[in-house]
């Protein structure tokens, strides 16, 4: 892989959690709390850790 291909790896795995499967959680009564609970808290912190990964590939 090139240089630019790892980097964007990187940071597509730094994204937030997949909203759709939270959705799909309460639709269907799997634990509704639980994936409400991850998505609220995974979401926000995030923007520190994408910002952060963004900083760190910026170096390489």
Not at 4 to 17: D, G, H, L, N, Y
Not at 31 to 49: N, Q, R, V
């Amino acid at each position: 892989m090139t240089g630019i291909m790892i980097k964007v790896t990187i940071f597509e795995a730094a994204m937030p959690p997949m909203v759709m499967g939270g959705i799909v959680s309460m639709q269907y009564d799997l634990e509704p709390e639980l994936a409400g609970i991850l998505l609220g808290i995974g979401i926000p912190l995030s923007f520190a850790t994408v910002s952060a990964w963004y900083w760190v590939l910026e170096l390489i």
